[in-house]
């Protein structure tokens, strides 16, 4: 955390370099701190490796939240899943970011820069971002996923 805003890491591959870096401006225009983990340019990377470095920024409580960006957002989703802390969704709109927060307890965001644009993934942002857990029925079955 940096003062009173939550630190969101962020990351992505070279496939989603340029809509990760977009999204750091979405997230400090909604009040929260971007802890960019990378990829820097467009070169190719290996998106296991960023999936990685979100995963264990998570792991060692330096963010509690945290997006993920690759070319279609399954990839880095499976990756990122590896790791039992991780809940990682893919998510198309802001309906399936609703969702993946409401009944599954997604701590990580992943989206797909070839699938998304830049206007739907910021609706996907704001809406994961604003979105709590809603418990309940869905506890038993989240509490199953690690």
């Known amino acids: 955390m940096t003062g009173n805003r939550e630190t969101i890491a962020i990351a992505s591959d070279h496939a989603g ?3 990760k ?3 750091k401006g979405t ?3 909604l009040g929260f701190s971007p802890l960019d983990l990378g990829t820097d340019g467009p070169a190719s990377v290996d998106y296991p490796d960023f999936a990685g470095k979100l ?3 998570l792991a060692e409580d330096k963010a509690k939240r945290g997006v993920l960006v690759c070319g279609t957002g399954i990839g880095i989703s499976i ?3 590896r790791h039992r802390h991780i809940r ?3 998510v198309h709109d802001a309906t399936t970011a609703r969702l993946t927060r409401l009944h599954n307890n997604a701590n990580v965001l992943c989206l797909g820069a070839r699938i998304i644009g830049l206007d739907v993934a910021k609706d996907c942002l704001r809406v994961f971002l604003e979105t709590d857990f809603e418990g309940g029925r869905h506890q038993n079955r989240v509490a199953k996923l690690g």
Do not use: M, Q, R, Y
Request: hydrophobic residues 55%; negative net charge; glycine residues 6%.
């Open 21 to 23: 870096e977009a999204l």
């Open 88 to 90: 990682a969704g893919v």
């Open 17 to 19: 370099f340029e809509l």
């Open 27 to 29: 997230l400090e225009e």
């Open 55 to 57: 995963a264990s920024t």
């Open 79 to 81: 990756a990122a899943n």
